[in-house]
């Protein structure tokens, strides 16, 4: 292997990269789009969830209630209805995702038998945000009847015990403000560098095919390896800027925590990507349509990273044949070490095993990228 040659190619990919505006279109805005996309776009953190009020009793103490779902961040109130044909036009147009309605002997009942009930009403299209509406619902109605049962007990010269015996104290570690935007941002890097990277190199291959310039590689005395390198290099270090910039805007941009260390964030974005561009490579070896190659290492790449990394839906919850095929994902590991780098702070000792499969993942995919390319015409 000689560097001479290796640097030969590299600099006619570069001179393709510089003169092909689809390739820079890709390496340059595709990175900010999807950052800022995703960024702004995906969020699990659900707050002014839209609210309906319909109040039968208007009394005092209804007034109450529904003044605590106003006054919640996680309401939002769009409608005050006057009956229940209001209500149902509200859901079934999608004006709100939760109704609540007050019965009309609301305050009679509470007085008489000292229990009473409020009816909530839910979107359930979105499993997710019902859900979760329904536990916000629940956590208000909760607190105003904690507060009548002391005004309650107070009026009938009872004592208050202002003391639970058992109470929980709960700290969160990591991510403090509980912001899902924590988390999700570092995924969007590893989507990105994974999208970018393999749609970059699918197309080396490929377009020697297409603009038939194979004929004269073939005859040249570049070995496969040679090759590989000399084509991969330039696309490597566009991949580097482009985990740079991302990781820009993560930190300074999006405010995400960064409490590891630089060195290991870039050792293991070298891994992560030299994995993506050698799949790319691969893609482009076996296709030699760059319509084709980029289809399928769009395939290859984003579905995995965004379904079985742990970016989109936790691998603890998957059913166990699934869990078990997330282990053949490089973006697993990845994800896992960015998170764990910004949020936590780990080092490459807490991290060794990730970044051990994370290595063994690339030398095994490199070395299958270098048997791939045959320097034949058939």
């Keep these: 292997m000689k560097l ?83 209500i149902a036009h509200e859901l079934d147009h999608g004006f709100c995702q939760l109704a609540v309605v007050v019965p009309a002997d609301f305050s009679q009942r509470l007085v008489d038998a000292g229990v009473t009930s409020v009816q909530a009403l839910l979107d359930g299209t979105d499993s997710n945000s019902a ?31 202002t003391q639970t015996p058992v109470d929980v104290e709960a700290r969160v570690w990591f991510n403090e403000e509980l912001e899902s935007r924590n988390f999700i941002v570092p995924g969007i890097v590893a989507l990105v560098m994974a999208i970018v990277g393999a749609q970059l190199t699918s197309l080396t291959i490929a377009r020697e095919w297409e603009r038939g310039t194979m004929e004269l590689l073939v005859s040249t005395p570049v070995q496969p390896m040679e090759l590989m390198i000399g084509k991969l290099l330039p696309y490597f270090a566009v991949g580097m800027v482009d985990a740079s910039i991302c ?18 964030l870039l050792f293991t974005s070298a891994l992560f990507l030299s994995v993506v561009l050698c799949i790319g490579y691969l893609v482009s070896t076996a296709i030699r349509s760059q319509v084709g190659a980029s289809q399928v290492a769009l395939l290859l790449t ?11 839906f936790p691998i603890d919850q998957m059913p166990a ?42 030398a095994a995919i490199v070395f299958l990228a270098a048997r791939a390319f045959r320097k034949t015409l058939e």
């Excluded at 039968?56 to 409608?79: G, K, M, T």
């Design 4 to 86: 001479r040659r290796i640097k030969a190619i590299a600099v006619k990919e570069s001179l393709q990269i510089v003169r092909d505006p689809r390739s820079l279109m890709i390496a340059l805005l595709v990175p900010l789009m999807q950052m800022f996309v995703f960024g702004y776009g995906v969020s699990l953190d659900i707050r002014h969830l839209p609210l309906c009020l319909l109040d039968h009793e208007n009394s005092q103490q209804s007034r109450d209630l529904l003044a605590r779902f106003s006054a919640s961040s996680y309401f939002s109130v769009q409608s005050v209805a006057r009956s229940e044909r209001e």
């Design 131 to 161: 859900s979760i509406a329904a536990g916000y619902a629940r956590s208000v109605v909760s607190g105003f009847s904690a507060d009548v049962q002391l005004e309650s007990l107070q009026r009938r010269g009872g004592t208050v015990q």
């Design 247 to 264: 990781l820009g805007l993560a930190v300074f941009w999006f405010q995400v925590p960064f409490r590891g260390t630089v060195a290991t």
């Design 302 to 312: 984003m579905l995995p990273t965004v379904l079985l990394s742990g970016f989109a």
């Design 321 to 362: 044949v699934v869990r078990g095929a997330t282990y053949l994902v490089s973006g697993r590991y990845y994800v896992l070490i960015l998170k764990s780098i910004f949020l936590k702070g780990a080092g490459v000792s807490e991290l060794a095993v990730p970044i051990l499969f994370l290595a063994l993942y690339a």
